[in-house]
């Protein structure tokens, strides 16, 4: 069974910075790609970013490109969301899932293609 931990939110003034982890344990493999989600009050859970298994590829939502960089380290098991420029619609639960495989079209962007999530960790910009 695969377990995903989601720690490094906090609270930050607007333009500030922050660093996610997700540390991920059991029987996972590392063919499989890495997204990041968030869903802020009341909203549902839109998709971030994804990684496929060798690094080489990524999707970022356009909402946050040129601000929040995805990377993962194999060795370690571990995927980070870098943020930067931080702003207050950024503010949200931000989860981290795994799939099964990369898509070549929009399927890596919904939710409902990965099989596996983290506990979330909040992520607060204040104005």
């Known amino acids: 069974q695969v377990q995903l931990v989601e720690s490094g939110g906090g609270s930050v003034q607007a333009g500030g910075s922050l660093r996610l982890s997700c540390a991920a344990s059991?029987?996972?493999?590392?063919?499989?790609?890495m997204g990041w989600f968030r869903q802020a009050p009341g909203k549902e859970r839109d998709f971030v970013v994804a990684?496929?298994?060798?690094?080489?590829?990524?999707r970022y939502a356009d909402s946050v490109k040129g601000r929040l960089t995805i990377a993962r380290d194999h060795v370690k098991n571990t995927v980070y969301l870098q943020m930067n420029s931080l702003k207050p619609e950024d503010t949200a639960v931000y989860y981290c899932?795994?799939?099964?495989?990369?898509?070549?079209?929009?399927?890596?962007?919904?939710?409902?293609?990965?099989?596996?999530w983290g506990q979330g960790t909040q992520v607060t910009v204040s104005s």
């Open positions: 059991g029987r996972i493999f590392s063919s499989y790609t």
């Open positions: 990684i496929g298994w060798s690094g080489s590829l990524t």
């Open positions: 899932a795994a799939a099964v495989r990369w898509y070549t079209d929009d399927r890596t962007m919904s939710r409902e293609n990965y099989a596996y």
